[in-house]
């Protein structure tokens, strides 16, 4: 399992990470929604009530299994939850982190990436868990591309050693799951181009 880097923190209530007692500007997932139309983000804001639980449920459930802990029975989500924990990506793996928080003091930046695992060939995989309503939308989900990127970088930069095989969207529908598969340095160089287009929305004082 990954060392936690030192002196950072994450408060959930406020959604935000602190360095070594510093609030930290930005997080991942505010970076990579910078430019999202006021239409969409009313929709999500809306919607919350639905997609937050089923997220927070998938969520847990994978952490749980992940580390060899039994999973708490949920039977709003079973279906889901049966269809994620099922799924072959979690064969004969080993779990090197869960949830675990990342940050560059450089940028001002943190984000907490899902999973990493090595699989039973040994490649070893950073991942993103996505929870949708139904199937169709477990079909048409995009990647998580720039957020796994940025988890992809910080991870180069506090973990040198570690090589990153394959970055995976884990997208996860009642009765199916989907993994979408990516090259990191894919993602990398779109998580530095949405860096880009945020930094010039940002005012210069």
């Known amino acids: 399992m990954l060392k936690p880097i030192d002196g950072l923190r994450f408060f959930e209530d406020i959604h935000r990470y602190t360095l070594n007692g510093s609030l930290l500007a930005c997080s991942v997932t505010g970076v990579v929604g910078h430019n999202m139309s006021a ?3 009313a929709y999500i804001d809306s ?3 639905i997609w937050l639980p ?3 449920a998938g969520h847990k459930a994978l ?3 992940l580390l060899g ?3 708490d029975p949920d039977e709003t989500y079973q279906p889901w939850i049966d269809s994620l924990l099922a799924h072959g990506i979690w064969k004969d793996a080993e779990t090197l982190a869960v949830e675990y928080r990342l940050c560059d003091e450089r940028k001002s930046l943190a984000g907490s990436f899902d999973f990493l695992i090595r699989t039973g060939k040994g490649a070893v995989i950073l991942g993103d868990l996505k929870t949708v309503e139904t199937a169709n939308a477990a079909n048409s989900r995009k990647p ?3 957020q796994l990127g940025a988890y992809a970088a910080m991870l180069i930069d506090h973990h040198p050693q570690l090589t990153i095989d394959k970055c995976c969207t884990v997208v996860a529908g009642p009765g199916i799951t989907r993994v979408i598969t990516q090259d990191p340095s894919e993602c990398i160089s779109a998580w530095l181009d949405c860096w880009d287009a945020y930094q010039l929305l940002q005012p210069d004082f």
């Open 47 to 49: 919607t919350k009530h």
């Open 63 to 65: 952490e749980q299994h």
């Open 69 to 71: 802990q039994p999973v």
């Open 54 to 56: 089923r997220g927070l």
């Open 144 to 146: 998580a591309t720039e």
């Open 39 to 41: 239409k969409t983000r």
